[in-house]
């Protein structure tokens, strides 16, 4: 669907941006993680049309496009990352208005605001303010303005920041909805959790340059692996020695508490509690998740 | 006690590192007490004033007078009385050059009211030597007040406007009195250099040959006031025979102005009567005083009356036992107490009056303006930069507020649309708030605007430029609340450095240097024009044409501005 080469962006000298390729497939969700500062909104913002890269391209349907055309405008969407409306004007108006400035017929306009307002679940309260919303609802009406001219690819820049378990999870439920739909959705987030959810794929971007990209499960299993956390009566640091090498594990001491770490380890569980014998003083067995992943290697990228 | 130093330290560390605070709490009031003492550090400089003299041998070789008649007819008939011959021209070109050719000696003018409308009687007149002070006191005699002229153009066109409807013009030499001069402190002064000498320390005096060029000078701000010298006035200072009357014109448009130089005008003209007064009173009293104590009187040495007296008294004794010789004594005696009490009480009256000349105060506009006529304009002008300048910064910053500039720039709506569309409510905003208040300043309060239509373009090409520069300030703000503030810091000192408060030709010359580059001095300029002066298109072309060329520069500015924040 959608692609980036070799793009990068300068800021008085300062690399943002730094040879960054990426390429996103119809109905594709792919997700951009990062820590703060990494490049995503720089990204965005380029994609989007509202910086132009220093060098780099970017590629629509495997063609050079730039932001600024007619033809790739009506193709993508934008939800940024603070809810962006007018607050004096109710959703309804605020949708209507998009819908009129992309250049929709009136009487479609209207068809797609009924649509999308019942879509988000804001159909109760179309005509109230948008000012006078609760977090949740102004990022959903936020979503919906950028889905009103039903753009092929809608760029979420880090969409449920500042919400609510139940509010995030109700829009993760509409991200996926968008998936089924057959939309490419393109989101950044510092949101472990939420990467692993919502994307298919994902890419972790560091200091302006994509340093993994693949699916979760890819990325949990090439940064990091599931670990056991055992409490013991007293230091055992030989018996562990032995324990590991003959399994194929690693180990390490984090305050009071032993992590025991590696592969296929729910199946070794059972020895390693047999090998450390009667010192065994507690056992926690914990799945590794994206944000385990993500920590590990950022430690590794700083080391 | 801690926690009160805390507190106090950390808002003032929030004050230093918070810029919009540092300016507005710290820097900001230093930078207006500059832009205001800047206006004002050179106040008591000289206003300067245009000199037209008519007292001056000079002048023409014939002399033009008028004024406003309620009987015309009774001055045709004097002036036909006083002629040798008298001959009825059929119009201007034809009374004109018989003046000219010298065929006749003066010419009458006079505009008739009749049945069927205005006729304008055209009389010459031959006369006798002698005969003009004859016709000039006849003049004065029937009109309420008498107008001198430099020529015949300057005389016809105040016929042509109304402003009189009695012309009257004499051969020079016909007409007494011009050009004397008076001996004061060890030198002559003639009407001129009398009027300069009281007027250097207030005024900066420019000589104009015609009244028609000081009132130009006038209209355009070059000066700010004409005084026009009657013709004799210094012979009438001279000889206190009647009161030498000064016209003053003035440009009521900007009231503080015109305050300022009439200001001006009366005070030194008062010390020119005060100091003519004393010298000519010290003389007459002098002379008084001898008519009762004896001595010189103007060169001739005479008894007083009180030795008169004396001497009466004296007979009366003398007389005694006729009583019918001292009764007529008694009444001699009476009579010479009764004019020595006369004559104390006039020179006492005598020291503290009679001032030798009288202002006359008009405006430039042709009709005396009230302050809330004055006003109006400048009212306008400051409603035109308020809310323009608010409108054009809001609108802009309300997308960057609402975080919905990312959104647009994705439809279809160029970024022409995006920030043209704020400049049409804007400027419709402005516009019409301006209308409204021009139309309620005349409808509902009464204010004078001559010429309503050509001052709603004026307001129009005006909206622009105050536009324009809240885009510049929509640059600087991501808030709504910032952009107010910014707007208030912007319009607060142009109020001062505009001519809007305090008269532009009162201040130093670099601050008039700058008022020329603030488009509100332009449209204060062309809306008092307008509105006060009735000035038409053409003659303040120069002040609009400024005011669009600013709008459109800010403009460009501005919206160059926003688009590169936003980029």
Redesign the interface.
């Known amino acids: 669907m959608i692609s980036v080469e070799d793009l990068s962006k300068d800021f008085n000298g300062v690399k943002a941006l730094d040879g960054v390729c990426l390429e996103i497939a119809a109905g594709e969700t792919f997700g951009l993680i990062g820590p703060n500062g990494a490049g995503k909104t720089t990204l965005i ?1 380029i994609l ?5 890269p220093t060098r780099g391209e970017i590629l629509l349907e495997r063609k050079p496009v730039n932001p600024g055309d ?1 033809a790739y ?2 193709k ?3 939800v ?1 990352q ?6 004096r004007l109710t959703a309804r108006e605020n949708l209507r208005l ?1 819908g009129l ?3 929709m017929r009136k009487k479609d306009v209207e068809e797609r605001v009924g649509e999308l307002l019942s879509w988000v679940g804001l159909e109760e309260y179309v005509d109230r303010q948008v000012r006078f919303y609760s977090r949740g609802m102004q990022q959903r009406l936020s979503l919906s ?2 889905l009103v001219h039903r753009p092929d690819l809608i760029y979420l820049d880090e969409p449920t920041s500042g919400l609510d378990p139940t509010a995030r999870s109700s829009l993760w439920e509409l991200m996926a909805r968008l998936s089924e739909e057959g939309r490419s959705v393109f989101i950044t987030t510092h949101n472990m959790d939420e990467a692993d959810h919502v994307c298919d794929r994902l890419a972790i971007l560091v200091k302006g340059v994509v340093r993994e990209e693949g699916s979760p499960a890819h990325i949990k299993g090439l940064l990091g692996a599931d670990q056991v956390e055992v409490r013991l009566a007293r230091d055992v640091a030989g018996k562990l020695d032995e324990i590991s090498r003959g399994m194929g594990l690693t180990w390490r001491a984090e305050g009071d508490r032993i992590i025991i770490s590696g592969p296929e380890l729910t199946d070794k569980l059972a020895e390693i509690v047999i090998g450390l014998g009667g010192d065994v003083r507690g056992l926690h067995y914990r799945e590794v998740t994206l944000e385990d992943a993500f920590l590990r290697f950022m430690r590794e990228v700083a080391e | 006690m801690r926690g009160w130093t805390a507190l106090i330290s950390k808002d003032w560390k929030l004050v230093l590192r918070n810029r919009l605070l540092l300016v507005v709490l710290i820097v900001y009031p230093f930078l207006i007490m500059g832009v205001i003492g800047a206006a004002f550090y050179d106040v008591g400089r000289p206003v300067p004033i245009g000199l037209v003299n008519l007292d001056r041998a000079e002048v023409g070789d014939v002399i033009w007078m008028g004024g406003e008649a309620e009987k015309t007819s009774r001055i045709t008939g004097r002036f036909s009385m006083r002629a040798d011959e008298a001959v009825e021209f059929e119009g201007e070109e034809q009374a004109l050059s018989a003046l000219d050719e010298g065929e006749v000696d003066a010419l009458l003018v006079v505009v008739e009211e009749e049945e069927e409308g205005e006729t304008t009687r055209w009389t010459g007149a031959v006369t006798s030597e002698g005969m003009g002070e004859v016709m000039i006191d006849d003049l004065e005699y029937l009109v309420e007040t008498v107008c001198d002229y430099a020529n015949a153009g300057e005389a016809l066109e105040s016929l042509r406007q109304g402003e009189n409807n009695v012309l009257m013009a004499l051969r020079m030499e016909e007409y007494p009195y011009l050009g004397e001069t008076i001996w004061l402190e060890g030198e002559h002064y003639d009407a001129s250099s009398l009027v300069k000498r009281y007027g250097e320390d207030v005024t900066e005096i420019e000589e104009y040959a015609m009244e028609s060029q000081a009132r130009g000078d006038l209209k355009e701000g070059r000066i700010d006031a004409i005084i026009v010298l009657p013709r004799a006035f210094i012979h009438k200072l001279k000889t206190l025979e009647e009161i030498a009357g000064v016209r003053v014109i003035l440009d009521q448009s900007n009231l503080v102005k015109s305050e300022f130089a009439e200001t001006s005008i009366r005070g030194f003209l008062s010390r020119v009567n005060e100091e003519i007064t004393e010298s000519k009173m010290e003389a007459v009293v002098a002379g008084l005083y001898v008519l009762v104590g004896g001595g010189d009187f103007f060169g001739t040495e005479i008894v007083g009356l009180d030795q008169v007296r004396d001497d009466l008294i004296e007979i009366k004794e003398a007389l005694e036992g006729r009583p019918e010789l001292e009764e007529t004594v008694d009444i001699g005696i009476d009579l010479a107490d009764t004019v020595i009490e006369d004559i104390e009480d006039a020179a006492a009256y005598l020291e503290a009056t009679a001032l030798p000349i009288d202002l006359s105060i008009s405006s430039v506009v042709g009709r005396r303006l009230s302050a809330k006529d004055a006003v109006v304009p400048s009212l306008i002008a400051l409603s035109i930069l308020w809310t323009g300048i608010l409108c054009g910064a809001i609108l802009m910053v ?1 997308e960057e507020e ?3 500039r ?8 160029g970024p022409f649309a995006l920030v043209g569309s704020k400049l049409v409510l804007a400027t419709a905003v402005v516009f019409l708030q301006s209308a409204v208040m021009l139309f309620m300043a005349i409808a509902v309060f009464g204010a004078f605007a001559s010429n309503a239509p050509l001052a709603l373009l004026v307001i129009a090409a005006a909206s622009a430029s105050s536009i324009g520069i809240g885009l510049v300030i929509a640059a600087f703000a991501r808030q709504v609340a910032g952009a107010v503030i910014l707007s208030v810091l912007v319009a607060f000192p142009l109020i001062f450095m505009t001519g809007a408060v305090f008269p532009l030709s009162q201040m130093p010359t670099f601050m008039q240097w700058i008022a020329r580059a603030i488009p509100l001095t332009y449209a204060i300029e062309a809306l008092t024009g307008v509105m006060l002066r009735g000035e038409p298109l053409s003659g303040v072309a120069w002040q609009i044409g400024a005011l669009v060329a600013f709008g459109v520069a800010l403009l460009a500015l501005g919206s160059a501005l926003v688009r590169r924040r ?2």
């Open positions: 913002k989007t049309g509202q910086i132009t007619a405008r009506l993508v969407g934008l940024p603070e809810p962006a409306f007018y607050g998009l400035l992309y250049g303005m950028g | 309300v609402e975080r919905m990312s959104r647009l720039r994705l439809t279809e709506m936003g980029a």
